[in-house]
């Protein structure tokens, strides 16, 4: 979305301190979007193929929960018009349904679909992000959303709270084209809410019965230090209490909450104590996020060797890496494989302090670098305000630290902080986007058909191959992940068809192959094309052409449009 450059009040902003017929709450809002830059007339920007894979990775636990509710609720929304949308703790849509097909087109139009962002400092004020900073619920009716795009609708948002934790799990909103609004949302939602917290707490429950189940077969008579970690809980042996200090623990809950390519695995580390140990972790079915850490001393020629590879790492941790590239492009997963020789890892996101406060962030990160050892991976430098990057620009040179791995969007747009910091790394890759490398599609596409289909003996066919390499790919690796799940989905053996594809997927190459420094440039144009909201002359001058040389380009290179 684009950015206004000043503070200055854009079209119909409220006044610093409100004013007759502007409720207070809408108005403090529009000072918070405005002092993050947003223009009124621009595009809304929703960042949804950056965040698909996030979404479903974590927010599982509130779908669980909200899903039977959704669906009775739905049921006695037919014939309303009504539109139901769930984000997650990130503020990223987990869930939407539609009653209206207008609502569905107009949400379509907006890109407001699973993995969207519906952050308040990213598309402004609306039901969903801004109840999520003023954590209650929140109403906003037409003229009140901040850009001019989503004044059409009337919605009313209210947070998702875990009983246990207090901890804001998600945003349930109903939202409705704007002359449809009506009173009766606020109790609706609240209703539905209260029993997807109870379904929450119900879980939670379940989840913590199978933990202490797993957690008391392991402790015997034997006193072993023993660790039970779950999404909310940390259970613990008295040997464990003896062994291991507050730092540790931490280190160790870090550690279990770490994604395994196994459900066991043993890591080597040294306790703040200075004593190498041996650390066994074990997931735990039926326990959210569960796992059993048993922890043994080591002694001898084993300790030495521990003690031996914890100091040679840390003497080899140099100067912070950076993984750059466009959203989608693979930045993430890149960084981790990264930091696969260095664990545990922990992942610093800039949603934490967007929605937990910048001091939140700051302790995190600092407690993580206070451990010393595994890697700390802050994961979009250049969304982090500059206050916390100079927080991270102040660990770089500590003599002691975990290793530090950055992620970033391309470097020649970072400004500022994030772009000393940036500077300071001097190990980089920068990841070119799918459609400039349109050769590893093939491998890419087959890789995460193997990941997703289960074991299920399913292949892509050549002419699915070859209209998936025919696709530009603004999503980059996470849109191809997205059509791969779709494609898993279609059939449970066999070949996958280019009927499995959605639809809007299913051309193959254009007739006559193009080079590629043919398809390089078509790229350009296209993306020209697409920012210039389809104006010929206004893409034509962006590219530094006349409109005759980009229509002969566009003919030549077979752009519709």
């Known amino acids: 979305m684009r950015r206004?450059?000043?503070?200055?009040?854009?079209?119909?902003?409220?006044?610093?301190?409100?004013?007759?017929?502007?409720?207070?709450?809408?108005?403090?809002?529009?000072?918070?979007?405005?002092?993050?830059?947003?223009?009124?007339?621009?595009?809304?920007?929703?960042?949804?193929?950056?965040?698909?894979?996030?979404?479903?990775?974590?927010g599982s636990t509130l779908l669980r929960g909200a899903v039977p509710v959704l669906e009775d609720l739905e049921e006695g929304l037919r014939g309303s018009r009504y539109s139901t949308v769930l984000v997650d703790r990130d503020c990223r849509v987990a869930r939407r349904w539609c009653d209206d097909p207008r609502l569905g087109e107009a949400f379509d139009s907006l890109d407001v679909r699973v993995g969207a962002s519906l952050l308040e400092e990213r598309i402004g004020t609306n039901a969903l992000g801004t109840a999520m900073v003023a954590r209650h619920g929140v109403a906003v009716h037409g003229s009140e959303h901040f850009v001019e795009a989503l004044q059409a609708f009337s919605c009313y948002g209210h947070p998702i709270r875990h009983p246990l934790t207090k901890r804001i799990e998600g945003v349930l909103d109903l939202t409705a084209l704007r002359e449809r609004a009506s009173p009766l949302l606020a109790p609706l939602v609240s209703r539905a809410v209260h029993e997807i917290e109870q379904r929450l707490l119900d879980g939670?429950?379940?989840?913590?019965?199978?933990?202490?189940?797993?957690?008391?077969?392991?402790?015997?008579?034997?006193?072993?230090?023993?660790?039970?970690?779950?999404?909310?809980?940390?259970?613990?042996?008295?040997?464990?209490?003896?062994?291991?200090?507050?730092?540790?623990?931490?280190?160790?809950?870090?550690?279990?909450?770490?994604?395994?390519?196994?459900?066991?695995?043993?890591?080597?580390?040294?306790?703040?104590?200075?004593?190498?140990?041996?650390?066994?972790?074990?997931?735990?079915?039926?326990?959210?996020?569960?796992?059993?850490?048993?922890?043994?001393?080591?002694?001898?020629?084993?300790?030495?060797?521990?003690t031996t590879r914890s100091r040679t790492r840390r003497d080899r941790v140099g100067p912070p890496r950076l993984v750059a590239g466009v959203s989608g492009s693979g930045r993430t997963t890149r960084a981790r494989a990264l930091a696969a020789d260095h664990l545990?890892?922990?992942?610093?996101?800039?949603?934490?302090?967007?929605?937990?406060?910048?001091?939140?962030?700051?302790?995190?990160?600092?407690?993580?670098?206070?451990?010393?050892?595994?890697?700390?991976?802050?994961?979009?430098?250049?969304?982090?305000?500059?206050?916390?990057?100079?927080?991270?620009?102040?660990?770089?040179?500590?003599?002691?630290?975990?290793?530090?791995?950055?992620?970033?969007?391309?470097?020649?747009?970072?400004?500022?902080?994030?772009?000393t910091l940036a500077g300071m790394a001097t190990r980089r890759e920068e990841l070119v986007p799918l459609a400039a490398r349109r050769q590893d599609v093939p491998e890419l596409a087959a890789s995460m058909l193997r990941e997703v289909a289960g074991g299920r003996p399913v292949h892509l066919t050549p002419?699915?191959?070859?209209?998936?390499?025919?696709?530009?790919?603004?999503?980059?690796?996470?849109?191809?992940?997205?059509?791969?799940?779709?494609l898993a989905q279609a059939r449970s053996t066999g070949g996958l068809t280019v009927d499995d594809l959605p639809e809007q997927y299913r051309s193959g190459p254009p007739a006559g192959a193009l080079t590629a420094l043919e398809q390089a440039e078509r790229d350009v144009i296209v993306t020209a094309l697409r920012d210039a909201g389809g104006v010929k002359v206004r893409a034509a001058e962006a590219l530094g052409l006349s409109r005759t040389t980009l229509y002969a380009r566009m003919r030549a290179l077979r752009i519709n449009g």
Do not use: Y
Request: one cysteine or more; hydrophobic letters at 45%.
């Open 204 to 306: 939670s429950r379940a989840s913590e019965k199978s933990l202490l189940a797993a957690f008391q077969g392991a402790v015997g008579l034997r006193r072993r230090p023993i660790l039970a970690v779950g999404e909310d809980i940390v259970l613990s042996n008295h040997a464990a209490q003896d062994l291991l200090s507050p730092a540790d623990v931490a280190l160790l809950r870090v550690l279990a909450d770490e994604p395994q390519q196994r459900d066991q695995q043993a890591i080597e580390l040294i306790l703040e104590s200075g004593q190498p140990v041996s650390v066994e972790v074990t997931r735990v079915s039926g326990a959210r996020r569960g796992a059993l850490l048993r922890v043994d001393k080591v002694s001898g020629a084993l300790a030495r060797a521990v």
């Open 463 to 486: 002419r699915v191959v070859e209209a998936l390499c025919a696709q530009a790919w603004p999503g980059n690796l996470r849109e191809l992940k997205a059509v791969v799940v779709h």
């Open 4 to 58: 206004t450059s000043g503070a200055a009040a854009g079209p119909g902003l409220p006044p610093a301190t409100g004013a007759p017929g502007v409720r207070e709450e809408i108005a403090s809002s529009w000072r918070r979007v405005r002092l993050a830059g947003l223009d009124p007339a621009a595009p809304v920007d929703t960042d949804a193929d950056a965040g698909v894979e996030t979404v479903a990775d974590v």
């Open 344 to 419: 545990p890892v922990q992942v610093m996101r800039p949603a934490t302090a967007l929605l937990e406060g910048a001091e939140e962030w700051a302790g995190q990160f600092e407690a993580a670098m206070r451990r010393g050892s595994g890697t700390v991976c802050v994961d979009g430098i250049d969304l982090l305000p500059d206050a916390l990057l100079d927080v991270v620009t102040g660990w770089v040179d500590a003599p002691t630290r975990p290793d530090l791995v950055l992620t970033s969007g391309p470097v020649a747009g970072l400004q500022g902080a994030a772009a």
